[in-house]
C-alpha cells in the first residue's frame, strides 16, 4: 500500500511559507509552481468551508431546547452532492442565539425562532449542561458524537442531526456517504459506480474535518478533542474504522480529491493544518472514542472467521457436501492465519486467567491448535485464542445475569410454572435472578428490548441503533432466547434475504452489479447460481482479486484500505483512547472473532477496548439492563478527563411488582451452563454450538461463492461488485480437485 510521509520539518516549512505568503514544491509543466497553486487552493477551500460564510440553515426544537443546521457540504468537490454533507444538532444552553446580520450578536434568540434561520451560531461559552449521569460539560468541552451511517456499507443521503444527545450535553454530527450503489452518469451517458472502498470511510473523515475546523473557528460548540464515532451494522464497521484509521496518510490522496479541509497536496507530502487568526492548526479526522453496535469487519477476516466458528459445532449441519468441506478448508485457514500474527495479550487487560495459575499477571501467546483427539469435540480445534474466545462468552452471560437487578416489568415463575407474587419478587436476590434465568422461568418485559443504543443516529428518534439495513438486506432479528446446544437445530441457515436493490427474484440481472442479489451459498442447497462450473467460479475469482491487488487510480488494494487491522496501531496513526464493540452474541451477520481480533489489537496498542456480546442479542443489539451510550461516554470522560466527574453506573432499583405474564418463555439451558457462586461456565463446544443455533442469516461472513452484500463496496467504475477474498480464493486453488467435485452436487 502505498505511504504518505509527513515529517514535522516539511510541515513547519510549508506552514511558515503559508503564514509569510512563500511556495513550496516543485514547478508544473506549465510554468506555475505547485505550492503556490497549494496555498491558494487551501485558502480557498478554509474560506468555502467556513461556515460563516456559508449561510446555514438553523432549526430549534423547543421540546429538545436543541438548534440543529440543516446539511451543508462537507467538502469543495462532490462527486455525490446529496451524499457527502454534514448536519449538527447543538444543544440550546450552547447558544445564545443566532447572528442573522453578520454583527457577533444573536438577533434570533430560541424563543422567537418559530421558523428556520438562516445565520450563525453565538455561542455561550459560560453555560454548563449537567448530563442524566451527572457528567458536566460547555460548549467548549462538550463530546462530538459522529454517527456513522453506511448501512450495508450502503450510500447515506445527507439528513439533519437527530435531538437526541442534547439533554446529555453533546454535539451530535450526521453526515452522508457514497457507498455500494451509489452511480454517477459517464460522458456518454453510460453508468459509473462511485460508491468503491474507501469512498464511504473517506466521506465521513471529511465530515469530522469540517466539524472539527468549524470548532477550531468558534462557529460550533464542542471539543475537538473528544470526537466519538457510533453506529450499527455497516455503520457499526464504519465507526470502528473511522477510530481504527484516525489520521492515517493512506486516505490523504482521497480526502484532498474531494476537497477537504486540512488536507492539502504538496508534492509527495501533504499539509494538514488550518490557518486559524493566522497560526497554523493541526486538524486532525481522528477520534476519542468509538462505540459500535454490530461491527461488521474486518471483512478480510470474515469468511474464514465465520467458517471457522461454524465448524467448531460438530453437529452443524451444513446445507451442501461443498459447503462443509469449504468450511473445513477455510477452518485451517483461519488456524494459520491467527498463528502467523504471533498474537499475545496481557491477562490483566482482558480480565481473565488463561494459563490457569489463579493469577492476571502473565502475558499469554494466542495460538489455536489442531489435535483431533485432545479436541474431538471442536473438530480437532482448541488452544489459548480458543481458551479467550469462550472466556468472553462466559463473561457476556455472567454480565447478563449480573444486571438482571435492573430489569423492569419481567414476569418471574417457580419451579412448577406458577408466576410469583409480588412479595417474592421482592425477596428475589440477584443469585435468585440469576438462577431462574438459566433454568428459563421468566418472560422478558420492556427493559429486555429498550435502551440507549446509538439514540440519535442520523434518521434515528430513538430506541435500536442506525445502520438498519435499507436497500433490502436480510433481516436477521433476534434469535430464540437462550438457543440450547443440545436439542433440534436449524437445517443450515434459512433462505438468503432479498435482494439488494429491487430484483424481484434476487437473480434476474447480470452479475456483477447492484440489482444481481445476494448470495446463495448460505442460504440455500445451491452452491452457485451464477456459474455452470467450479472452474467458472474460479476463473471469475482470479479475475476479479487480481484487478483488485493492482490497485486503484492511487496503486491502492481497496480491500486493504477497509482493514482495520492493517491500521490499529501502526505507523501513522493515531488511536484512540477507548473503544466499545457491543455485538448481538446470537447474532449470525459475522463472527465473533472479528471483534475480538480487534480488542486484541487495540489492547496491543495501548487503547481501552472493550467487547460485549450480549447474551439472546441479535444484529445491532440495543443497550439493555441500565447501560446505554451516554453512560459509557460519560464514565470514559471521567476516567480520562483532568477534572472531570467520576461517574459510575446508578444503582439498580430493585423491582418489585411482578409482570403480567401468563406463562415462561425463556429456554432452560441449565443442562449445559453451570452457575455456581456468581460463576458461570460452559465448554468450547457448547458455546460454538450457541453461536450457530442462533447464528441463522445469509451472511457476509459466510458468502464464499457469489457476490454478497458488502461485497458491492469492493466494485469499480463499471462493475459495483467483485469478488475480492484472497483466502477464498486460496483455498479454492489449493483443493480445486476434490471442490469441483462437490460444486453444485446433488449428493
Known sequence: MKKYVITAITVLTIALMIVLGGCAGSTGGDGTGSGSANIAEKEEIEKALDLSNMNAEWTYSEDADAWTM??????????????????????????????????????????????????????????????????????????????????????????????????????????????????????????????????????????????????????????????????????????????????????????????????YQDGNDYVTTVTIDGEEVELSDGMWGCMAYSAITSLQEADMAMAFEYYLDTDYDFNTSFQKQMAEYLSAEYMDYINEKNLAVEESAVGFDLDGDGKLKSTVDLTIEYDTEKYAETNGYGGTYLDLYLAEFEQSLADYLDRLDYADGWTWFDADGNALSDSDVSAMTSSDKAKAFIEGRYAKGESSSEGGGMNGGPGQTGGAPSGKMPRGEAPSGNPPSGEMPSGEKPNGNPPSGEAPSGAPDGNSDAVGTPDAGTTQSAGSGTDSANYDSFEEMLKAYEEDIESIQSGDEYGNNIVDLYDPMNYIGAEGTNDPTWTRILMGASEGDISMMNSLNMQIAWLNAGTDAEIEWQWDGGHVPSEILGDSLPLYVDMMYGKYVDGAVDVEKAAASAQTANGDATEATGTDISDWVSYDDGEVSFSLAEAASYRTAGAAKSTPGFDVIDYGQEDYVFGDSAEDARHWDKYVLKVMEENSETLAKLFNSSD
Open 70 to 263: 440543516s446539511s451543508v457540504t462537507a467538502v469543495t468537490n462532490p462527486e455525490i452532492e446529496d451524499e457527502q454533507g454534514v448536519s449538527v444538532c447543538v444543544p440550546g444552553a450552547y447558544v445564545k442565539g443566532i447572528d442573522t446580520d453578520g454583527d457577533g450578536k444573536e438577533d434570533v434568540t430560541g424563543d422567537a425562532a418559530d421558523n428556520p434561520v438562516t445565520g450563525n451560531l453565538v455561542i455561550d461559552y459560560s453555560a454548563e449542561i449537567t448530563s442524566t449521569n451527572g457528567q458536566v460539560y460547555t460548549a467548549a468541552t462538550a463530546p462530538v458524537i459522529v454517527n456513522t451511517g453506511a448501512a450495508g456499507y450502503s450510500e447515506q443521503q445527507n439528513q439533519n442531526a437527530q435531538t437526541t444527545y442534547a439533554a446529555e450535553g453533546y454535539i451530535n454530527v450526521a453526515c452522508g456517504n457514497r457507498g455500494k450503489q451509489s452511480q454517477t452518469t459517464g460522458e456518454n451517458g453510460e453508468t459509473v459506480y462511485t460508491g468503491d472502498a474507501p469512498s464511504c470511510l473517506v466521506d465521513q473523515k471529511n465530515a469530522v474535518r469540517f466539524v472539527k475546523y468549524n470548532i477550531l473557528l468558534g462557529n460550533l460548540p464542542g471539543s475537538v478533542d473528544y470526537f466519538v464515532s457510533t453506529g450499527g451494522s455497516g455503520g457499526g464497521a464504519h465507526a470502528t474504522m473511522l477510530a481504527a484509521t484516525s489520521d492515517n496518510p493512506d486516505y490523504y490522496v482521497y480526502e484532498a480529491k474531494a476537497g477537504a479541509v486540512g488536507v
